[in-house]
């Protein structure tokens, strides 16, 4: 009997665990980042660089995000440091794409 509820408190562990929502790039994109980057990357709205063609790695893409660069703004107010890495994951595949 005491393995079984032991059982249960896990599972309902388990359960609380993969309510949390994970940082979708995706959305995060859709929501920030097409107004000048346009879905596909390279919309170049208000001189945005063209992430399909861009060259930066993740930590480097992660630091502009942060920061921001120019005319970008810093998204540090609006983003938690997961959802900037997983939005800069995203513009990745924005270039494997091509
Ligand atoms: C207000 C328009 C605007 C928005 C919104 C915006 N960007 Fe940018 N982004 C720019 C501009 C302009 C540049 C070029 C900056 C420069 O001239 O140094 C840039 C550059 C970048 C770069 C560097 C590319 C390179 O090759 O150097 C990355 C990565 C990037 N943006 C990602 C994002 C992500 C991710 C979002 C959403 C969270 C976002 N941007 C939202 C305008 C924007």
């Avoid at 249960?8 to 940082?23: R, T």
């Avoid at 879905?39 to 709205?45: E, L, P, S």
């Avoid at 063609?53 to 005319?71: C, D, F, K, Y």
Wanted: some cysteine.
């Amino acid at each position: 009997m005491r393995y079984l509820s032991l059982a249960f408190v896990l599972l309902g562990f388990l359960y609380a665990c993969s309510q949390i929502p994970e940082a979708d790039g995706h959305e995060i994109y859709k929501t920030y980042c097409v107004s000048c980057h346009g879905a596909k990357g390279n919309m170049g709205g208000n001189g945005a660089f063209d992430l399909s063609a861009s060259a930066l790695g993740l930590e480097e893409r992660v630091r502009v995000i942060h920061t921001g660069r120019n005319t970008m703004t810093s998204f540090k107010a609006l983003l938690s440091p997961e959802q900037i890495r997983a939005v800069a994951e995203y513009t990745l595949e924005l270039k494997q794409n091509q």
